[in-house]
């Protein structure tokens, strides 16, 4: 089975500033990683996602994370946020041969003016 | 191309009444998967249909839940009576491959039982 801690459930940051939203995961087997994110009143959309390869990953909207096997971590980043970023992250994995996704919590950030 | 659209977007029931959510997946998308997510938890797993097939329902709470995928199309997902830690956000997804390397999601259904 496949567990996710994302370490922070809230993150409040200043327009303009880095941010870094933290992703551990444990499994046993070879997994693909996702982030997802969930505007204010919408579904969840599809940030980026790690299946193989390079260890970093370039999404929608200037994010980027980074696949750290040995750290078994997934962390979420972008140079400089935009007021349009507030919303919920959720870090998400599954067996590398089957779709049943496990979430972690949800990181809610906050971009202040 | 159309995304994977639920149905209704917001509901609000009694206590002991029943509800049925929809979910169209993208055309042609074998795999249909619900989720959902009560107050203050993490979204969870219900479970997972491969066409009209059941392949996996391991996350399914009780079996007030009841889901369906007649024709291996649109899928219903019923909640009979409803109780009040129903409340939550249900979310359906689909995927071209059971590989799970795309999986597309829709808006959510929002559940209040009151």
């Known amino acids: 089975a496949q567990s996710v801690t994302q370490l922070d459930s809230q993150v409040p940051v200043f327009e303009e500033a880095p941010v870094e939203l933290r992703c551990n995961y444990s499994?046993?087997?070879?997994?693909?990683l996702f982030w997802y994110v969930q505007y204010p009143n919408q579904g969840l959309q599809l940030l980026l996602k790690?299946?193989?390869?390079?260890?970093l990953v370039k999404g929608i909207n200037g994010f980027e994370a980074e696949f750290n096997k040995s750290q078994t971590s997934f962390h979420l980043r972008k140079p400089s946020v935009h007021i349009s970023d507030t919303a919920e992250y959720f870090c998400?994995?599954?067996?590398?041969?089957?779709?049943?996704?496990?979430f972690g919590q949800g990181t809610i950030l906050t971009v202040h003016p | 191309e159309a995304g994977v659209t639920q149905f209704p977007s917001h509901s609000v029931i009694e206590k002991g009444q029943t509800v049925t959510l929809r979910c169209d997946p993208i055309?042609?998308?074998?795999?249909l998967y619900w989720y959902r997510r009560v107050m203050g938890k993490e979204i969870k797993f219900l479970l997972h249909?491969?066409?009209?097939?059941?392949?996996?329902e391991s996350g399914m709470p009780n079996n007030r839940f009841l889901a369906e995928r007649t024709g291996g199309t649109y899928s219903t997902l019923k909640v009979q009576p409803a109780e009040l830690e129903d409340s939550g956000v249900y979310f359906c997804?689909?995927?071209?491959?059971?590989?799970?390397?795309?999986?597309?999601f829709g808006e959510g259904s929002w559940l209040t039982v009151v």
């Open positions: 997804a689909s995927s071209l491959e059971s590989s799970g390397n795309t999986i597309y």
């Open positions: 499994s046993s087997v070879s997994v693909y």
């Open positions: 790690y299946l193989s390869g390079s260890t």
């Open positions: 998400a994995v599954n067996r590398a041969d089957y779709g049943k996704l496990t």
């Open positions: 055309s042609g998308h074998d795999n």
């Open positions: 249909f491969v066409k009209e097939s059941k392949q996996d």
